[in-house]
């Protein structure tokens, strides 16, 4: 694991935009592993800002985000498929039908999953996952007590993650109770993994990931089994 430690929030963000830039340039059929939430949109700013300026294409790439809420449609504007549109998706240049969620609305969100897991192994699995942590130290909606091999599949959130989340909606009580997430297992098998951490909230979570023990009770944990992670935070995470 390596871990880069930068001074400020902004400087640990153009970190994480440029390694995926560089990883584009190297391989621009990449199947990207992407990420939703606060964290993310300066990622994506300056990924859209790169792309208008000519630096980075998505053109050959394609991508499968990491999870998205039981219930919600894909235009339900607090739904992860209208965030991956507004944020980046309408912005660059992915090719039509280069691009996946789960539904999140589907009549079986249990075969949903399973079918997800499919696709995403159908495409070789991931290139390059980016991902953020969550404070109790989840990735994807993998919340503590998650297996550490495990695929992709209904997590129910906890107390916590819903009130981290609960600002993109109008009550706490609408935040859902249940999301489809990729698996511990299946982020494991990407070729190469970015985290992004920053601020005093997430050191208690970013140093029980790094330093261990490797645990359930931290699923980011996990990271320590992977051949090759880059984790990016800046001083005060």
């Not at 053109?59 to 991956?84: I, K, Q």
Request: hydrophobic letters at 45%; one cysteine or more; proline letters at 5%.
């Amino acid at each position: 694991m390596r871990v880069l430690i930068h001074p400020t929030p902004e400087l640990a963000i153009d970190c994480v935009s440029n390694l995926m830039i560089a990883r584009l340039a190297r391989q621009p059929d990449a199947v990207l592993g992407l990420a939703t939430g606060g964290t993310m949109e300066a990622v994506y700013a300056r990924l859209i800002a790169a792309h208008h300026a000519g630096r980075v294409s998505f053109a050959a790439a394609r991508s499968f985000n990491l999870d998205e809420y039981v219930g919600l449609a894909p235009d339900h504007p607090c739904s992860y498929w209208t965030y991956m549109r507004e944020h980046l998706f309408a912005r660059v240049d992915f090719a039509a039908g280069c691009t996946a969620l789960p539904r999140g609305d589907a009549a079986d969100p249990e075969a949903e999953a399973a079918r997800y897991e499919a696709e995403i192994a159908a495409a070789g699995d991931i290139s390059l996952q980016l991902l953020g942590l969550g404070s109790n130290g989840h990735i994807g909606f993998n919340e503590p007590t998650s297996s550490l091999s495990s695929l992709t599949r209904i997590k129910t959130l906890t107390h916590s993650t819903r009130a981290a989340n609960a600002r993109f909606f109008d009550r706490f009580d609408d935040v859902p109770r249940l999301a489809i997430t990729m698996g511990i297992g299946t982020i494991l098998r990407a070729d190469e993994v970015l985290l992004l951490a920053y601020g005093a909230g997430k050191a208690e979570s970013a140093a029980a990931m790094i330093e261990g023990p490797l645990a359930a009770a931290c699923p980011a944990s996990a990271l320590q089994l992977h051949r090759k992670v880059t984790v990016v935070l800046d001083e005060a995470a």
